[in-house]
């Protein structure tokens, strides 16, 4: 949805007005829900009251970015019946877990992956700087979505994860995080397993935190729980190292991953046409896709 800019300008004064643009931005993509709230009641660690997220001023890039996510929920996109394979991925946007580049990273990644056949959850996690609820979000969202498998069309166990930037980092975490409690059960859903069966990471960020550039520490990798892994980024990519050391963990513990390294493309593209990066890696994770699901 394009609006001339100086129209743009004076509506952005109007909250009211930029809530309905956005929910009329969400609308236009496919099939898509309304937003499936994660927490009935308080949200665990949060201290705001629960409101809807907002829309920052800055649409550079044809980007909506929001942030000041204190009620999280998902969207779910569903693909075809005729397409529909039993699959379904999560989609965590990326933003530096300070906003969410929701339509560049979530909601036209989802599109894609409908074409697919596979039932897309763009996740509206807790931001800015909210790591450790972000966390909980996932964890809970993978939950409730595996509760309602038959609702959705889903198989319990072709459940994947899929991160852009801070999106790949919170993929990441859910992949080798699943046995933390970070939260308290609040109701028998939280019975059910959060760990994914897959994750596809895409020019991750913060991966590399540890001692000398090394694995961040909070990331567990092992045979038992960590899931096999496709990984995507570029040399050029200031966080490009992120991708290596999450490669190195996952071939040191004999998991099975798939790291396409390409020389240029930069960060941030998702995959949208005029960069080489965002116009190969779709085909590469298509094909691992397709032998992870049959």
């Not at 074409?115 to 897309?120: E, L, P, R, S, Y």
């Not at 190195?248 to 390409?262: G, W």
Request: net charge positive; aromatic share 10%.
């Amino acid at each position: 949805m394009r609006i001339d800019s100086l129209i743009m300008e004076k509506i952005m004064k109007k909250p009211i007005v930029l809530l309905f643009l956005f929910l009329l931005s969400v609308c236009s993509f496919g099939q898509v829900s309304q937003p499936v709230y994660l927490w009935p009641d308080k949200v665990p660690g949060e201290t705001d009251a629960k409101h809807d997220p907002v829309q920052t001023p800055n649409k550079d890039g044809d980007v909506i970015r929001l942030t000041d996510v204190t009620n999280p929920a998902f969207f779910v996109f569903k693909p075809s019946a005729e397409k529909q394979n039993g699959a379904g991925v999560i989609v965590c946007p990326g933003g530096g877990y300070s906003i969410l580049a929701i339509n560049k990273e979530g909601y036209e990644v989802a599109e894609w992956l409908n074409k697919q056949g596979i039932t897309a959850f763009v996740l509206q996690y807790r931001v800015p700087k909210k790591q450790e609820g972000a966390l909980m979000d996932i964890q809970r969202a993978m939950r409730l979505i595996r509760s309602k498998a038959d609702n959705y069309g889903i198989k319990y166990n072709k459940m994947g994860v899929m991160g852009f930037s801070a999106g790949g980092s919170l993929s990441a975490r859910a992949a080798t995080m699943a046995s933390n409690k970070t939260y308290q059960p609040i109701d028998k859903t939280d019975s059910l397993s959060c760990r994914p069966d897959f994750a596809l990471l895409i020019y991750p960020a913060y991966l590399d935190l540890g001692n000398n550039r090394s694995l961040t520490p909070e990331l567990i990798v092992n045979q038992q729980t960590t899931p096999p892994m496709f990984i995507f980024a570029t040399a050029d990519d200031t966080y490009g190292n992120s991708a290596l050391v999450m490669t190195t963990a996952l071939r040191d513990s004999k998991i099975p991953v798939e790291l396409h390294f390409m020389p240029k493309g930069g960060h941030g593209y998702g995959l949208r046409p005029g960069n080489i990066a965002a116009e190969t890696w779709p085909e590469l994770a298509e094909k691992w896709l397709k032998r992870m699901i049959e």
